[in-house]
């Protein structure tokens, strides 16, 4: 267990344990995905990853959102992976009424990735899943509410999604580095 002894003078209490929560962790050892050398290194190796083409409109908001977080300053100079992606939203109807129609649903999402070598597709370097949840209600006889709702809800779990993605890419990224 690590222990820091600190003694913080500041007129914001929360601010003050902000700092002594990081500085605690910064004396067991910790440091941040992408601090440091190490963490500069990590998202030059993500900005390497082309993300393959996801079938379907989620498919391709997921895509958009990956290429969003993995490459940074834009489209990549060098590919060196490629991240296929098997995505898949289901929608269950939890809300009903007496004449079985449906008020509320839930969409839950999950990608199965993996991270195979531009040259070598037959040996993944790297495979997860990624997951999110999110609901919405189902307005009677609004149509142009519902695609609108449907279209952020999918937007939504894209964004979650993609945010697991990376994490788990710059993870295997920290921790394989000659890979």
């Not at 937007?155 to 890979?179: E, G, Y």
């Amino acid at each position: 267990m690590c222990r820091t002894g600190l003694l913080i003078l500041s007129s914001s209490p929360k601010r003050a344990a902000a700092l002594v929560a990081l500085l605690a962790l910064a004396g067991c050892g910790f440091t941040p995905l992408y601090g440091g050398e190490a963490g500069q290194d990590t998202s030059a190796r993500l900005d390497q990853v082309k993300v393959s083409n996801i079938p379907e409109r989620p498919g391709q908001l997921l895509r958009l959102s990956l290429e969003s977080k993995l490459h940074v300053d834009g489209a990549p100079e060098t590919e060196l992976y490629a991240l296929n992606v098997r995505y898949s939203i289901v929608t269950s109807d939890i809300g009903m009424l007496q004449d079985s129609s449906t008020t509320y649903s839930r969409m839950q999402a999950t990608a199965n990735w993996s991270l195979v070598p531009i040259g070598d597709p037959s040996h993944p370097l790297a495979t997860g899943t990624a997951t999110g949840m999110d609901s919405m209600n189902i307005i009677d006889n609004q149509y142009f509410a519902q695609d609108m709702e449907t279209s952020t809800v999918d937007q939504q779990l894209a964004d979650m999604v993609a945010a697991q993605i990376t994490a788990q890419l710059a993870s295997w990224f920290r921790t394989h580095p000659n890979a």
